[in-house]
């Protein structure tokens, strides 16, 4: 049985492992531009030109990539009040409901992004230092937001059709198998 779940997990856990990758490189871009920032001003006083924008545009680049990346594993904020006092049927109704209701938000979210990419590559809005366009980080949020949709699209089928393929999500479900 382990052997065929394995089998199972091809392409489309190369894809969450390769988005899950993206958001920890983000996290590690927008901490090395801080940390860099802060030494610069403090030893040599100077700064990275727009490293003001720079830094605001990846932290919003970080939030997209990093909702892709909790969003599948079930890892970000939950309220498991009612989920832990209810049975396996109505456990599976709940994370099937509230991953329908996720992926809803987060499409609506994704299309809405889409039309700020559009406003500010047509307003042509730039940098302050540098006057660099700043559609392009916008852009690459956008497909954080996207990367977002698909992983919780895969999310919704194996909670319905395969949920033996789904990583483990709750402690307490572990606990009792």
């Not at 730039?126 to 990367?147: E, H, K, S």
């Amino acid at each position: 049985m382990q052997a065929e779940v394995k089998g199972r997990r091809g392409l489309a856990d190369r894809l969450i492992n390769a988005i899950e990758w993206m958001a920890a490189i983000f996290v590690g871009i927008v901490a090395a531009d801080i940390f860099i920032s802060v030494i610069l001003r403090k030893f040599f006083n100077t700064s990275i030109p727009d490293s003001y924008d720079a830094g605001r545009l990846l932290l919003g680049v970080l939030i997209f990539w990093g909702i892709a990346a909790t969003s599948y594993r079930g890892g970000h904020i939950t309220v498991d009040l009612l989920w832990t006092s209810a049975g396996p049927r109505m456990k599976r109704f709940i994370d099937v409901f509230a991953t329908l209701v996720l992926l809803f938000v987060v499409t609506v979210q994704t299309i809405m992004l889409f039309d700020k990419v559009a406003a500010t590559y047509r307003d042509n809005v730039l940098t302050y230092d540098l006057n660099l366009p700043t559609w392009p980080l916008f852009a690459v949020a956008w497909a954080g937001d996207v990367c977002a949709v698909v992983l919780i699209a895969i999310r919704a089928w194996r909670l319905v059709f395969h949920p033996e393929l789904l990583h483990d999500e709750h402690p307490e479900q572990r606990a009792q198998e």
